[in-house]
């Protein structure tokens, strides 16, 4: 299964097997930033709610380096 969505300014990915084997959600910060988890044996719930535990609002924060 594959799904691809917006949160807010976000942009949210979730693929994974639905027997649980692989999981693998990726999040696209609002600064471009792209957060990506990856598991084996894992539902995707269990994934998201790894995500969950990061500082995603922290890392949106970072200022990405001029071009020169």
Do not use: C, H, W
């Amino acid at each position: 299964v594959e799904k691809v969505y917006k949160q807010g300014q976000r942009t949210l990915r979730e693929q994974y097997r639905k027997d649980a084997s692989q999981a693998e959600f990726t999040v696209v910060l609002e600064n471009g930033l792209i957060v990506a988890l990856e598991a084996d044996n894992a539902s995707i719930d269990k994934v998201k709610q790894a995500m969950s535990a990061l500082d995603l609002g922290k890392m949106e924060k970072a200022q990405r380096p001029a071009k020169s």
